[in-house]
């Protein structure tokens, strides 16, 4: 088991700027998936995330949807995919205008350097969506043992 | 029973969405990780977090694996009048934890 | 011995300088710190096992500054979580009601500079902590003083070199997504440097623990810590 751990680590400088597991899930799949083939716009979404995350297993993540959040007028659900991570879709949050608004702050794990999709699911069938880089110098999702 | 802590306003505005904070203790088991002998440690994730006003759902959330360890939830809930604020979350073995505030509106 | 003195001329500043904006705001966000999910632990336990001879907890103001010290009645050095294990035995190390208490303890003392009395019965414990610190150990043949002291501010793993200081504990470290105490950490530098971890409670680690506080000499403590 030490020698495991001995291998393993020596592995980790190079694996300081973590690609992740393998290639990319494409987030325009997932989209597709769930607006039903509408195109979303690529506008009206604030993502703040830090341009460098020393350890993705806990990223902090703020997400504003403009809008005015009436019965009329309001974000229904926000949408998380992390391309990179073993199982993409990170979160759902489901809103209405009893939420006031549509703004939201969690902590995500990354499992290395990627983009971060966020889509909106407004009232009247309308959609819309953003994207932010993170680069993660040490991923989440790795095996780190019980140190 | 899942522990968590809860903050909301000690007053707010009628009609003013005001922020409402939430931290539960939980270890967000992705299935990934492995002990010391290499056994696979199962997942085990809070999964749904509901948010109750007065008795009616005004927000909800459903985590993945991709949610940190020990979830960190801040958003944004408007009332017309005083009223209890109860959230709810619970895990994928069934287990619940909740807190609740008593919101004063001036 | 003038080696050591040469390095404790150095301002002394707490690991929190080394954290990204992230981990700092973690750290000070006062509802949102992970580690206050076990203070809420230690504050319930305090309140059914503690109250009845100590009072309430703010009467453990100032205590845990002066951890590690040499116990009378244990007739030995003990850390925080060794004297609060001596007074409710059967909380393990890393148990969330140990670091629980040891957290909200610590807690009080918040802001206080650490001031540990390493003379009389705690000085050879102290010797002991200071030679280990200066000893070359581990597959990797490194001390503490060769990267805590002698490259401070440097990147290792593009991870920036602390000093090594030992307020802030007990710990929510992101890689362990759990609040550790300070014995963990140390034992996860000697795995580090590829030595031998010595066990939780070992008289050596404990004796590193009273060097690293009589080097943080003055530093005041913010528990529980956040680090990446």
């Known amino acids: 088991m030490k020698r495991r751990h001995f291998v393993v680590s020596l592995m980790l400088p190079f694996a300081a700027r973590a690609q992740g597991f393998s290639s990319p899930a494409d987030p325009a799949k997932w989209i597709a998936e769930i607006t039903g083939g509408s195109t979303p716009e690529k506008t009206g979404i604030e993502i703040e995330m830090p341009q460098i995350a020393e350890n993705g297993n806990a990223v902090p993540l703020h997400i504003r949807v403009a809008s005015p959040m009436t019965s009329g007028d309001h974000v229904k659900a926000i949408h998380v995919f992390a391309e990179r991570n073993p199982r993409p879709r990170v979160a759902t949050f489901h809103l209405g205008p009893d939420a006031g608004r549509a703004d939201i702050t969690t902590r995500v794990r990354l499992g290395g350097t990627q983009n971060v999709t966020v889509l909106a699911e407004l009232s009247g069938g309308r959609w819309r969506v953003a994207a932010q880089n993170v680069l993660v110098t040490t991923g989440a999702c790795l095996d780190e043992g019980s140190l | ?106 | 011995m003038w080696l050591s003195a040469l390095f404790a001329a150095v301002t002394v500043a707490s690991g929190i300088e080394y954290q990204s904006d992230a981990v700092k705001a973690m750290q000070a966000d006062s509802f949102g710190n992970p580690g206050l999910l076990w203070v809420d632990r230690g504050a319930e336990l305090w309140k059914q096992k503690c109250t009845g001879c100590h009072g309430d907890v703010a009467s453990m103001k100032g205590a845990a500054a002066r951890y590690p010290r040499h116990s009378p009645q244990l007739g030995r050095v003990v850390d925080l979580e060794q004297r609060i294990q001596a007074c409710m035995p059967g909380l393990a190390w890393e148990s969330r009601d140990l670091l629980g208490l040891t957290a909200l303890v610590a807690r009080q003392s918040n802001g206080i500079p650490i001031s540990v009395d390493v003379s009389g019965p705690a000085a050879s414990t102290h010797e002991r902590g200071r030679s280990l610190y200066f000893e070359r150990q581990g597959q990797l043949n490194l001390a503490c003083t060769n990267c805590h002291d002698a490259n401070v501010g440097k990147t290792l793993l593009s991870e920036p070199i602390s000093q090594g200081q030992p307020a802030d504990w007990p710990a929510y470290r992101l890689e362990w997504q759990s609040l550790g105490s300070l014995q963990r950490r140390l034992r996860a530098c000697y795995f580090g440097v590829r030595a031998e971890m010595p066990a939780f409670g070992s008289d050596d680690l404990v004796a590193l623990e009273l060097y690293l506080a009589a080097r943080a000499q003055g530093l005041a403590a913010s528990v529980p810590g956040v680090r990446r």
Request: charged residues 25%.
């Open chain 2, 1 to 106: 029973m899942i522990e968590g802590r809860l903050r909301v306003p000690g007053s707010v505005k009628a009609g003013e969405p005001f922020e409402v904070r939430v931290l539960i203790l939980h270890p967000m088991e992705n299935g990934f990780r492995h002990e010391a002998d290499g056994r696979e440690i199962p997942m085990h994730i809070v999964n749904r977090v509901a948010c109750t006003y007065g008795g009616r759902e005004v927000f909800s959330v459903d985590l993945g694996t991709g949610i940190s360890a020990n979830p960190y939830l801040v958003f944004f809930v408007r009332a017309g009048q005083a009223g209890e604020l109860k959230v709810e979350w619970v895990d994928d073995k069934g287990e619940r934890g909740s807190a609740r505030a008593l919101v004063n509106v001036a």
